[in-house]
Nanobody, 123 residues
Framework: QVQLVESGGDLVQPGGSLRLSCAASGTISSINVMAWYRQAPGKRRELVATITRGGSTYYSTSTKGRFTISADNSKNTGYLQMNSLQPEDTAVYYC?????????????????WGQGTQVTVSS
């Protein structure tokens, strides 16, 4: 099993910045992909950014150029640096990993979600 804990969400003014963290714990063999999603009130959860173990990244159109995803593989921790935040970035941000971890007595590849962290952009 993998447990994910996100942190760093806060209330910030438009134009401000925040850095989210996602710490993965458990008997982890490898994290293949780490992703950040967000869900605004009344909207579907959407993909924000992804990073592979090898460092390849992907960004959604709405966040490219403003957000930066990174990861420290040695610490099983990922980050999302968010700059130039706008009110439309307000959402609960979720961490998701595709990982190989010990589960039910054997190593398995599964997806895991964190509990989310609230980001509110408002003046």
């Amino acid at each position: 099993q993998v447990q994910l804990v996100e942190s760093g969400g806060d209330l910030v003014q438009p134009g401000g910045s925040l850095r989210l963290s996602c710490a993965a714990s458990g008997t982890i063999s490898s994290i293949n992909v780490m992703a950040w999603y967000r869900q605004a009130p009344g909207k579907r959860r959407e993909l924000v950014a992804t990073i592979t173990r090898g460092g390849s990244t992907y960004y959604s159109t709405s966040t490219k150029g403003r957000f930066t995803i990174s990861a420290d593989n040695s610490k099983n921790t990922g980050y999302l640096q968010m700059n130039s935040l706008q009110p439309e970035d307000t959402a609960v941000y979720y961490c998701n990993v595709d990982a190989v971890a010990l589960r039910d007595g054997r190593y398995q590849r599964n997806g895991y979600w964190g509990q989310g962290t609230q980001v509110t952009v408002s003046s």
